[in-house]
């Protein structure tokens, strides 16, 4: 017989063995990916809930789904919805039939995200404008907000550049 026996006596083909390694793995990923957007300025649980959105299988998780798989109450999972939610970078979808929400990542949540901070950006650029205008370029604090201007302008210049050339990469690669 070649079925392994798990350690309560059953055989199981190794199956056991193998989802738990791979649950392992899943939560390894969340973690480590998670803690490095922690560490680029994210909040740690939206940043947690977001990895386990992401590493899913259909991209979607109901709240009952995000608080087992990462072992937090429903309200760190409403709390990191909500804030995803905002930032464009994860939905809501009622599930039909039912008052459950499933949360999902969709394929282009970091151009949407990064598309909402290109406003933000001329937002700013905005403002600085008016600090430039305020202090005059002659004195040290409005060379600085000028220089940061500047930067701000080519970012957005560069920005509409880039995200065009990714439109284009996506459709070659694939397929929209």
Do not use: C
Not at 91 to 120: C, F, H, I, K, N
Request: neutral net charge.
């Amino acid at each position: 017989m070649d079925e392994r026996r798990r350690g309560d006596g059953r055989a199981d083909g190794g199956r056991g063995e193998a989802v738990a390694g791979a649950e392992a793995a899943a939560s390894r990923f969340i973690e480590r990916f998670a803690a490095q957007l922690v560490e680029s300025g994210m909040a740690r649980m939206p940043a947690r809930v977001f990895a386990a959105l992401l590493s899913s299988e259909r991209g979607d998780l109901t709240s009952a789904e995000l608080g087992d798989r990462l072992k937090i109450s429903p309200a760190a999972v409403s709390g990191a919805v909500r804030y995803l939610a905002q930032v464009n970078m994860v939905s809501r979808e009622r599930e039909p039939g039912s008052r459950r929400e499933r949360y999902r990542v969709q394929g282009d949540q970091w151009y949407r995200a990064l598309t909402e901070r290109d406003a933000m950006l001329r937002s700013w650029q905005a403002t600085l404008q008016e600090g430039v205008s305020h202090f005059g370029l002659e004195t040290p604090q409005g060379r600085r907000i000028n220089e940061t201007l500047e930067f701000f302008q080519f970012l957005e210049k560069e920005f509409g550049s880039l995200m065009e050339r990714w439109e284009t990469h996506r459709a070659e690669h694939h397929g929209g």
